[in-house]
């Protein structure tokens, strides 16, 4: 499925300090380097903390100049938190896909109700269970994987090169709860596929 | 992630290697985002002195020293930082080196870290030194090796601007080998070019002019420079990450890539402007370049068009090029509410914060994560503008107002800060027979840029501990007599003792101690819960401005839901209730809530 040649495309990772954002990314550079693209990856550092915005940029395929890209340049945005989600939509390609957690903190500003929710209903958003998923396996820390799981049914990699990626780096003892949560991630992804195809988008 | 001699790296990391590869024997910095991982990257490579400097001006120096002694030496800084050294960095263009030494400044656009968004290319016009620019993590590595080459080749300090996204991104890098073990020379006395008497100064001076015109020329051939040749009709002149913007962005224009944004090398862009039917000229915030470029005599098409706030990315550069005007920078749908960074649960801050709220005085701040108590729910400081400048601009208001402000006038600053840059102007204070009180936010490290030692917490960037300054005796020593050390968790506390410093005639320090909540991993034993029939919903306990205090409805009236995820268990609620509706709990293992906060919620 994987074509070294291919144009680069871009995906937007975001959520909340703690939630493994930039650990998410790192899979995903590891499963492009695995299968020969080229990547680049853009982070944020600086003022995010626990339960503050994070997000990160990872571009893969070639030919690849800009670590990042701007309003209506993100191919994929990986939301872990449905407010970042909503945040990050500027940066997608109105042909692009939004694939979220379903999962709500809400920031400080609405709960001291001084503003209102905003709405969720973009059809280029897709939502999935991953927390309740990960609370299932008593893995709340391993919602990341889950979503990468995700994440993978939408790009070019082979199932080695996530196999790699997988196996890179990890704890041995959250390695079995990762795996299994990544693997509902990629099934869940690929029913919603089947259910209602959206291409990858381009 | 290593693939044989390719590493996936930061901008921050390639310029460590580099000067690893350079042989770099002494490293300095102080801490400050988009660079502080430069110097913790450098600290972790073998034989190499890295030191956490007190201030920019001091990593500056030694640096400047080891090169004097013949050693290649590297400091680091963010943007603000050189302006703090600027003085011995002006100087020593004089000087010059012995052994080669490169300054790395850190911009940061879009100021997602700073108190403002300068363009550090100027200094190497204003001091005369060459400026090298990376625009990626592989040029990053390869230009601190040609720096070090460059500055020992021409006896010149040489400065390397990056800027937070090149410090943040990670993208491929062809790494070389290990250094051949160096021996620096010592130093060798030169008293015509190490003592800047005046009459050294102008014959100096002499031999930089004569440097500049070399280093001109020098840039014509060098390979940092280079042109790409593709459609003619427009030649895109830029430097940096704008270049990787303007190839994602105009992959079929023709570009003149300048690795060296100062001097110029100005025959080989006349030579490239010829070639072309108009010359853009597309670069991060100042026209630095382009005004360079006009005064060449060469018409700029793209003049006025490339916005000069806020960063760049290929979207804005590519919408901005077709209006034919800067695109503003957006600051994000005002519809979703934002994520301001807060200060931690249990913070000692926030009974800081509550106690100056209720005493009601004007705060002049300074910089650091205490910065946070200019906002909601404090709103406690009145302001802010650069590292160590709250003492100093404190006392000047009081001087200015004598009587009127007499009492209420109040300037924090951190441990690390007061360290850094707030010396001066306390002795200053003292001289000057200024009352301003001073409050001491000592919590052991520098936090805000990721807990790194100062000579408050006597730790060092190798890993050397010892016992830091004491803080009390070097106050007093000042001339300081009245200095009080509080515990920020007792609120009452605090307050008396800051009323009782702002009465005091003359000055007054102090001094709020209790070691950053991130510095220990302590065990949580107790936290705060609320008795629902107590609460009158006066909401004191949100004033407190703890995260871990959310806001409920009870019986029509706002309550305290205190999240026990995050409650460390300080007690500053409890103590701010006047209604004894907040109490300490115990907490037994087997009832502690955990998941609360990750309980899936929909928006209302």
Not at chain 2, 370 to 376: A, V
Request: glycine fraction near 10%; charge should be negative.
């Amino acid at each position: 499925m994987s074509d070294a040649g291919t144009a680069p495309l871009t995906i937007l990772l975001a959520g909340l300090g703690g939630q493994g954002v930039v650990t998410a990314g790192d899979l995903l550079i590891a499963a492009a380097l695995h299968e020969g693209y080229e990547v680049k990856k853009s982070e944020i550092h600086g003022l995010s903390r626990r339960f503050g915005s994070v997000s990160c940029q990872v571009r893969l395929g070639s030919p690849l100049h800009s670590p990042l890209r701007g309003h209506g340049g993100i191919d994929i945005l990986l939301a872990l938190e449905g407010y970042e989600a909503l945040k990050q939509l500027p940066y997608l390609k109105p042909e692009g896909v939004g694939l979220v957690n379903e999962f709500w903190l809400r920031p400080a500003a609405i709960q001291t109700g001084t503003e209102t929710p905003p709405s969720r209903e973009d059809p280029r958003l897709q939502w999935f269970p991953g927390t309740t998923q990960a609370q299932e396996l008593e893995a709340p820390r391993s919602l990341n994987y889950y979503m990468v799981g995700v994440v993978s049914e939408w790009l070019p990699l082979s199932e080695t090169s996530w196999e790699q990626s997988l196996a890179e780096g990890q704890r041995a003892k959250a390695a079995p709860t990762n795996r299994q949560l990544f693997e509902r991630g990629r099934a869940a992804a690929r029913a919603l596929r089947r259910r209602g195809p959206r291409g990858v988008p381009r | 992630m290593k693939s044989a001699q390719t590493w996936l790296m930061s901008g921050n990391q390639a310029i460590a290697r580099g000067a690893y590869e350079a042989g770099v024997t002494v490293a300095t910095s102080y801490p400050g985002t988009p660079c502080t991982e430069i110097l913790e990257s450098i600290a972790r490579h073998p034989g190499i002195e890295a030191l956490w400097s007190t201030n920019e001006k001091v990593a500056y120096e030694v640096a400047l020293g080891a090169s004097f002694a013949g050693a290649r030496a590297m400091v680091s800084m963010k943007h603000v930082g050189l302006n703090v050294a600027a003085d011995p960095l002006f100087s020593s263009v004089y000087t010059g080196v012995n052994g080669g030494l490169v300054v790395v400044v850190g911009d940061d656009p879009s100021a997602a870290s700073s108190q403002n968004e300068q363009d550090s290319r100027h200094y190497a016009r204003a001091a005369k030194l060459p400026m090298l620019e990376p625009s990626d993590s592989q040029e990053a590595r390869d230009l601190v090796l040609a720096a070090f080459e460059l500055s020992e080749r021409f006896d010149t300090p040489v400065l390397v601007r990056l800027t937070t996204r090149i410090c943040h991104s990670k993208t491929l890098v062809r790494v070389g080998d290990p250094p051949e073990p160096r021996t620096p020379t010592g130093f060798i006395r030169d008293f015509d070019k190490y003592v800047l008497l005046p009459r050294q100064a102008i014959l100096r001076h002499r031999a930089l002019e004569a440097r500049v015109e070399a280093l001109a020329q020098y840039a014509e051939a060098a390979d940092w420079n280079r042109v790409e040749w593709r459609d003619l009709r427009v030649g895109v002149i830029t430097s940096g990450l704008a270049y990787q913007y303007v190839r994602e962005a105009f992959p079929h224009l023709s570009v003149l890539k300048l690795g060296q944004s100062w001097p110029l090398p100005a025959q080989k862009i006349r030579e490239f402007a010829a070639q072309v039917d108009e010359v853009w000229v597309i670069e991060e915030l100042d026209p630095f370049l382009e005004e360079q470029i006009k005064a060449l005599g060469i018409p700029v098409a793209s003049e006025g068009w490339i916005p000069r706030v806020g960063e760049l990315t290929p979207e804005r550069i590519l919408h901005s090029v077709e209006q034919r005007a800067p695109q503003p920078m957006q600051l994000g749908d005002p519809s979703i509410p934002g994520r301001a960074p807060r200060i931690c649960a249990g913070c000692q801050y926030l009974g800081v914060y509550t106690a100056i709220s209720r005493i009601g005085v004007r705060v002049a701040g300074d910089i650091g994560c205490y910065t946070l108590g200019s906002l909601e729910p404090w709103n406690a400081i009145d302001s802010v503008v650069c590292m160590g400048a709250g003492i100093g601009t404190a006392l000047g208001m009081e001087k200015a107002l004598g009587d009127r402000v007499r009492g209420k006038l109040l300037a924090v600053i951190g441990d690390s800060t007061l360290l850094h840059s707030g010396l001066g102007p306390l002795l200053d204070l003292v001289h000057n027979r200024g009352q301003t009180t001073v409050l001491v936010m000592d919590n052991s490290t520098t936090a805000m840029t990721g807990l790194q030692g100062n000579p408050a917490n006597g730790q060092t960037a190798l890993g050397q501990s010892g016992p830091g300054v004491n803080l009390e005796k070097l106050i007093a020593a000042l001339g300081i007599e009245w200095v009080r050390v509080i515990n920020p968790y007792d609120l009452a506390e605090s307050e008396e003792v800051l009323r009782e410093a702002l009465d005091h005639p003359g000055p007054a320090v102090v001094i709020s101690r209790a070691p950053c909540l991130l510095l220990k991993r302590r065990e949580t034993v107790q936290q705060a819960h609320l008795t629902e029939e107590a609460c009158t919903g006066c909401g004191e306990c949100f004033q407190v401005g703890c995260v871990a205090i959310e806001r409920q409805e009870l019986a029509g009236r706002p309550a305290p839901l205190i999240n026990h995820d995050l409650c460390v268990g300080c007690t500053l609620c409890v103590q701010a209730c006047p209604e004894g509706a907040l109490q300490p709990r115990r907490l037994v293992p087997d009832l502690v809530e955990l998941e609360t906060c990750l309980t899936p919620a929909q928006p209302r």
